[in-house]
Every structure is written in C-alpha cells, then in structure tokens.
C-alpha cells in the first residue's frame, strides 16, 4: 500500500476519527448516518416531498445533485444554482443538513454558500484541481472512490485534500467497475472493512449507485453496514420512473420506513444505530 497519510499514524482497529457535521451530528461513531434524496433535484415541489419524507424518518442529512455528471450529454444536467436554493430552503424547512456536489473548482464558493457537506463524485476522484480547492475550505468533503480506482488511489486523493488543510474527509464506496453487467457496479464491500481497519477516515457506502437496482438497495445498504460502513448515501424519489436521472435504482418514498427498519437492524446487530 502507498504510504498515506491516513495509514501513516494509524495500525489497529476502530481509529475512525470524527467528522463532525453539526454540534450534535458526527460521522464515525456510533451512529450510523443516513443521507438520502434524489438523485437530481427536479422541482421544488419534488425536493420538498423527499425533504418531508427523510425529516419524518428521522433523517438529518438531506442529499441531491445540482451540477449532474452525466454520462451522456444529451441528459439532464441539473438545475444548476437554482438546484442549490431549492435543496437550501427545504432543507432549512425540515431542520436537515444538505450534501451535494461540486462538479468543478467554480461550484466550490456555490457549494458552500447553499450546502453543508461537499460531494466530489466519482468521476472527479484525481481531478486534483477540485481536491486542492476542497481542501482550502473547511467543509466536511465527501469523497466518493472513482469507480475504476484502486483503494490505494482513492486514500492518496483524499490526502490531496488533507494536504492541503482540510482533513474532514468522509470517504465513500460507490461500486466499482467489472466485467459482470447483471449490476451497474459492484459494492466493494472489502474496501470498507480495509478502510476502516487500516485509515482514520470514516466510510459510508452507497448501495444506490453500486447497485443501480432498486430491489438490490436495501440488501446492498445491509451489507455496507455489515462491513463496518459509518453512513449510507441513498436515492429516494416521489415517483422513480418520473426520475429525471437514476430513476432505475431510486427506492419510492413510501418505502423509507421498511429501509429504515431493515437497514437499521443491522445496525443495530453491530452495535449502532440508524440516525
Ligand atoms: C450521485 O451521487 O448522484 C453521483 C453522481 O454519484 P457518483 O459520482 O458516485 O456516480
Ligand atoms: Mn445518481
């Protein structure tokens, strides 16, 4: 392995270091954090409905993209800035926390004004640039694994961003790329048991993107936590086969109580709650 900064000073078991997102919220400890939204804010009125929907749940962290890397550029690219004042003001509604990405250096000043965690997504894992910039702020940065990088690759990104002052660096595992196409990707759910024994950084897992099948989401989310993951990153959508982007592994609002309770039993198997 690379020497990195997050396995230079730590060998043994449960070193997490706390990320702290607000003054009673924290990631790697013993809850286990929930952020779920869109993919892609729509509309306000769809934003809201999710917003609504993660509040009652018992949610804290409200999740949607406004800058959309798209594969294809033919497809919905996001609402932009006014995609951030949406996610803003129905997240102040409901008293949650907003994750959403950066998509280049010029959404880093955006970002921070309307969120409070930066997303960097998987395709901009080296786009060291991004890094450099996310790591001059001191907003807690969510660093999503490229889906063709190895682990060593994705630890020497996040110490882009260490280096470089900001170390509230919460690394996520969003499926890697292989040969099998039944899945869109594959949860590495080896990579979160090596994160968390051999780094300082919490991880959390994204079964939505690592799946990219809604009937694989909640399995997917069970076992990201079975493997140690500190949070889950999770697509909801009011009507998923509306979706403007995703719609193929959103989960339907309705079944974020049955999400909530199967994934919150294996939480609660390994001694931590669902929050
Ligand atoms: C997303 O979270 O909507 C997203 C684009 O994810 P990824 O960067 O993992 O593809
Ligand atoms: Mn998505």
């Not at 009652?56 to 497809?75: D, I």
């Not at 949406?86 to 970002?111: C, H, K, M, S, W």
């Not at 940065?141 to 470089?164: C, N, P, Q, S, V």
Request: hydrophobic content about 45%.
């Amino acid at each position: 392995m690379i020497e990195s900064l997050a396995t230079m000073e730590t060998t043994s078991l449960s070193k997490t270091r706390l990320v702290t997102l607000a003054p009673d919220l924290e990631v790697g400890g013993e809850d286990v954090i929930l952020m779920a939204g869109p993919c892609s804010v729509e509309t306000y009125e769809q934003t809201r409905a999710v917003a609504e929907a993660v509040h009652r749940a018992g949610g804290r962290v409200l999740r949607g993209g406004a800058f959309k890397p798209r594969t294809s550029p033919h497809t919905f690219s996001g609402l932009g800035i006014e995609g951030l004042q949406i996610l803003r003001a129905v997240a102040d509604e409901f008293g949650l926390l907003v994750i959403t990405e950066a998509l280049g250096v010029e959404n880093i000043p955006q970002v921070m004004e309307y969120g409070d965690i930066i997303q960097i997504g998987s395709r901009n894992m080296q786009h060291f640039p991004l890094l450099w910039a996310a790591g001059e702020t001191d907003k807690p940065i969510l660093l999503k694994r490229g889906f063709m990088a190895t682990i060593d690759e994705w630890l020497a990104a996040a110490d882009h961003i260490a280096t470089r002052g900001n170390e509230r660096i919460i690394l996520c595992e969003r499926g890697i790329r292989s040969f099998d196409t039944a899945t869109r990707n594959v949860l590495d759910t080896n990579a979160i048991a090596l994160i968390k024994q051999t780094t300082h950084y919490p991880v959390i897992g994204d079964p939505s993107h690592s799946t990219g099948r809604t009937d694989l989401v909640i399995p997917a989310a069970r076992a990201a936590i079975a493997a140690g993951a500190d949070g889950l990153l999770v697509e909801f959508h009011p009507n998923p086969a509306e979706a403007l982007s995703d719609g193929e592994q959103a989960l339907p609002l309705d079944s974020l109580p049955q999400f909530v309770d199967e994934v919150g039993r294996i939480a609660a198997a390994m001694g931590r709650t669902l929050s």
